[in-house]
């Protein structure tokens, strides 16, 4: 049996959804403040995934101005039923379900149809379709009566698939089954006459899990299986490999096999720098209900690939053009085949829930190496344009020219839980500057050079190779440091620090590629 490595999409991907049509599976992932927002990936045989579309890519669409990084497009459940693909999401504020909105296309790679806004309050939202065909619609909220198993409790309502509004009485389904955690992310599915409610619990880090209740009707009453949690990796030691898995949605193959979709991280020394990423493990119906990863109950790096998966749609994503570019609460600009945009500088920074002029891709595997080329000359006043590694506004670094006492100069700087520090400084040579940045271990090793490499006219100084900035320790880049629900982004960045501008900065060359790990699927070139 051919075998798979996880996670199956790397960099951050969380709160996975996956459903099927016929040979193809589709898959979502939050986005959170990011747009374009809700990526779509396919496959066709559930480990080899790739980047289609996103559900909200158009001017407009959405507005996710003022949000923090961490807020904004929550949990997608993506489902497909006569015809139509239906992506339901929350766009929450404050950490909170501030809407529940509801978009539908016949292909999922776009165009998908304006967000109708449904009367939904929480988080997690999910739909179910009855072999009856009518809708149900579940998420999560807060308790209305508080019960011992925790503040939370799924519940659920019909949807109207012709006004595409949430009728009928609101049924009550599950407050969970372990004590003091969040139930969330809920999935209806039924098999052999009877409904399974699949859910998270624990919270989305180190106890996170998987656990399962069933009914004999859609609406309930829903018990809670006695073997819960179903999956987790929560009892496992801290130096686990794959840690905080949960927030699984289930697939059944054409060969009748059922798999889950589920998050989880890959920590190096008890920190993360790449999210939450995207894993797969083989579910097992049996008499007493679904058995998580059969054999082992662990999701592993390395395992037996679903039957008849024959090697996915490879597909070569050297070019930046099919990099997942994206920017903070606005769409990004268009970085050509070569890699090359021109971004205006801004008064906004990183450290705001502004716009900043940032075009981004995910920090997808634990060892990468990239580079730009930035043409900029910087006036006084603020103006500075370079490189950014990005984890959230209280945790990231940048590495820009800037105007200095002497000329310009390229400075190394680090905001670590909201505290700004200067890692490195140099004076750089003339004309665009080359600035690489490869990973070591859980550090950014950032160095530069002059674009066209000519040793002589640097400083006299005979070298033939870039000059070392600095070094960036990743722990403060780290969720477990910054917070946060997201991954570490990075790319192109340019601002003006608050002052008025109408300078631009040229990026070129931009690239990217994960280092050691050869072979492995598609995506995880992305
Ligand atoms: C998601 C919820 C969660 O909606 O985190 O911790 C939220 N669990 O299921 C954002 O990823």
């Not at 004590?179 to 998270?200: I, Q």
């Not at 999956?231 to 059944?252: E, F, K, M």
């Not at 903070?328 to 801004?346: F, K, Q, Y």
């Not at 530069?448 to 000059?467: C, H, M, Q």
């Amino acid at each position: 049996m051919p075998a798979f490595s996880n996670p199956v999409i790397s960099g951050f991907h969380p709160d996975p959804s996956v459903c099927r049509v016929g040979d193809d599976y589709y898959l979502v992932v939050s986005s959170f403040a990011f747009l374009p927002g809700i990526p779509v990936f396919h496959s066709t045989n559930l480990t080899d995934w790739a980047p289609i579309g996103h559900v909200f890519d158009r001017p407009g669409v959405l507005d996710l101005s003022g949000l923090a990084v961490s807020d904004g497009l929550w949990a997608p459940t993506i489902r497909h039923h006569a015809g139509i693909f239906y992506v339901i999401t929350t766009i929450t504020r404050g950490r909170r379900g501030a809407s529940t909105i509801l978009a539908t296309a016949a292909n999922p790679a776009g165009p998908w149809s304006d967000p109708v806004v449904l009367d939904a309050e929480g988080i997690d939202p999910s739909l179910f379709f009855d072999d009856d065909g009518r809708c149900w619609f579940t998420g999560c909220r807060d308790a209305a009566e508080p019960v011992v198993t925790g503040p939370g409790e799924l519940w659920m309502r019909e949807l109207n698939l012709e006004t595409l509004a949430l009728v009928g009485p609101t049924h009550i389904l599950w407050h969970g089954a372990m004590s003091g955690a969040w139930v969330e992310a809920p999935h209806v599915y039924r098999r052999d006459n009877a409904y399974w409610l699949v859910a998270a619990e624990g919270g989305t880090e180190g106890n996170h899990a998987v656990t399962v209740a069933t009914a004999d009707t859609v609406t309930g009453p829903y018990r809670s299986d006695p073997r819960n949690p179903v999956l987790t990796h929560r009892h496992l030691a801290p130096d686990t490999a794959i840690q905080n898995v949960g927030h699984a949605d289930l697939v059944d193959t054409p060969a009748g096999e059922t798999w889950a979709v589920l998050l989880g991280t890959r920590p190096v020394d008890g920190f993360h720098l790449l999210g939450r990423e995207v894993f797969l493990t083989r579910v097992e119906w049996t008499p007493r209900g679904p058995v998580f990863a059969p054999g082992t109950g662990q999701v592993l790096a390395i395992d037996e690939a679903p039957e008849g998966s024959a090697a996915g749609d490879t597909i070569t994503e050297s070019s930046p053009a099919s990099f997942d570019w994206a920017s903070l609460r606005e769409l990004p600009p268009v970085i050509d085949a070569s890699g090359a945009v021109t971004l205006d500088l801004r008064p906004d920074t990183l450290d705001g829930v502004g716009r900043p002029a940032f075009v981004a891709r995910r920090h997808a595997h634990p060892a990468f190496a990239s580079a730009l080329v930035v043409d900029f000359e910087p006036g006084t006043g603020g103006e500075e344009a370079g490189y950014a590694i990005h984890q959230g506004a209280r945790g990231y670094a940048t590495a820009t020219l800037q105007a200095g006492p002497t000329g310009r100069e390229i400075v190394l700087g680090l905001v670590a839980a909201g505290v700004q520090t200067e890692l490195g400084r140099a004076s750089t040579p003339d004309g665009p500057v080359r600035i690489t940045v490869r990973t070591d271990g859980l550090d950014y090793v950032v160095q530069f050079s002059a674009a066209e490499f000519s040793a002589a006219e640097f400083d006299g100084a005979e070298f033939d190779e870039p000059l070392t900035l600095g070094r960036v320790d990743g722990r403060h880049l780290s969720t477990e440091r910054v917070g946060g629900f997201v991954g570490v982004v990075l790319g192109p960045y340019a601002t003006s620090n608050g002052q008025p501008t109408t300078a631009s900065a040229r990026f070129s060359d931009f690239s990217y590629a994960a280092i050691g790990a050869p072979g492995r699927p598609a995506a995880d070139r992305a």
